[in-house]
Structures are given as C-alpha cells and as structure tokens.
C-alpha cells in the first residue's frame, strides 16, 4: 500500500491459490500524513506465516479479530509510522499477534488503549530502538510474554503517555536495556530479567508489588 491519500478496507485479504505460500500479506508505507484503516470483519488467509509491515504512516485498526492475519503466529513488523485504535485493545481483545520493532521511532497514539499480548513474544526487538507513546487517557500495555531482544539492544521509551510492563522484559540475547526518556508514566509489574542498565532521564517510572528494574 503506497501514496498520499487516506484508505478505509472492510473486505478480506486473501491469497491466491498461486500466491498460497506469500509471506508478505500486507505491506504499509504511506505518506507521513496519511492513513490506512482495516474495518469490518476482514479476514487474512493461505499465509499463515506472512506479515503485515508499516514502515510509515497511521495504520489505524478498527476491529478486534484478524488484526495481522488469521493466526496469532503472524507478526507485525513495526518499522516506523503510528498505531492506533478505533475501540480498546485490551484484556480479551488484546492483539495476540507477536509485534517486533524493526525501524524507529514507532508510535502508539489516540485515546484507546493498546495491549500487546502475544504469549511467546508481545514485543520483541533485534537492534536498539524508540517507542514513542503519545495515548491520551489511556494505556500501552506490554502483556503476554513481555519484551523479547534477539539481539544485545536498548528499548528507550518516549512521549507522554503511560506505559505498563504487566509481563517481564525478558533476559534474551546480550545485555539489554532500558531508557525512559519520556514524560509520561512508566510502570513495571512484572520481575523483569534483562540483564543491562536501567535510565530514567525524564517522567515519573513505577515499581509495582512485584516490579523491579532487571535481574541484576
């Protein structure tokens, strides 16, 4: 999906028989400015491991079932652009597919809430990247398996929305680790794992019951 204008798509989004095995069901890079919007009940089908790219623009998801594919093992590649929500994306209806941070900054915003909830991986990261929250009255939840690096990286955590790890940032691969650079709110719920430093340089950053900071 290319150009300048603003798209709504309620219908499906299918594979053809000659395209059974595409790995790339969706592909996002639009105007800075401009939107793309999955409606209705749309459906992903004949690509169980493709995934849905954005690298620039506002995908904007207004419906609760089959956001990135007909499985929950199709990944969302965020690779810059915003992401919002029509309704909350929480509890129930949180987005179960793995979402993987692939370019920077990657933006949260609007005034529904966002819970990645993906039982393996929710969030994961191979390099360091930016996550700007900007939800207005409302939270990013980082659930399900928590914040997953392949990679020795640093997740930094900008805008001024609130942010919740109600699941570990994981050990992974190298050291990891974690700057809040924003001036929302920053909560942690979970015992996290990861094994690098921790910097607050702005905001307010909450250690829950069960919270802490890394595993060192």
Same mark, same amino acid.
């Given at each position: 999906?290319?150009?300048?204008?603003?798209?709504?798509?309620t219908g499906a989004i299918n594979n053809s028989a000659a395209r059974a095995t595409s790995t790339a069901p969706l592909n996002i890079s639009i105007a800075p400015d401009a939107s793309f919007a999955i409606s209705g009940s749309p459906t992903f089908t004949s690509a169980?491991?493709?995934t849905t790219t954005l690298s620039q623009g506002n995908l904007i998801l207004g419906r609760t079932?089959?956001?990135?594919?007909?499985?929950?093992?199709q990944t969302f590649s965020f690779n810059g652009g915003t992401l919002s929500a029509t309704s909350a994306l929480t509890g129930a209806n949180a987005i179960a597919n793995p979402v993987?941070?692939?370019?920077?900054?990657?933006?949260?915003?609007?005034?529904n809430g966002i819970e990645l909830g993906n039982a393996t991986a929710a969030l994961a990261m191979?390099?360091?990247?930016?996550?700007?929250? =900007?939800? #207005?009255? /409302? &939270? *990013?939840?980082?659930?399900g398996g928590g914040l997953? =690096?392949? #990679?020795? /990286? &640093? *997740?930094?955590?900008?805008?001024a929305g609130t942010t919740v790890f109600?699941? /570990?940032?994981?050990?992974?691969?190298g050291a990891n680790a974690l700057q809040m650079q924003g001036t929302g709110t920053l909560t942690f719920k979970a015992d996290n794992l990861f094994t690098g430093a921790t910097t607050l340089n702005a905001g307010t950053t909450v250690l829950d019951t069960a919270g802490r900071f890394s595993a060192t």
């Open positions: 999906i290319r150009g300048t204008g603003n798209t709504v798509w169980s491991n493709g079932t089959n956001l990135f594919g007909g499985s929950t093992t993987v941070i692939g370019g920077s900054p990657v933006i949260f915003q609007g005034s191979a390099a360091s990247r930016s996550l700007i929250n =900007n939800l #207005a009255g /409302a &939270t *990013l939840t980082i659930g997953v =690096n392949s #990679a020795a /990286a &640093t *997740l930094s955590v900008l805008g109600s699941s /570990a940032y994981k050990a992974g691969t």
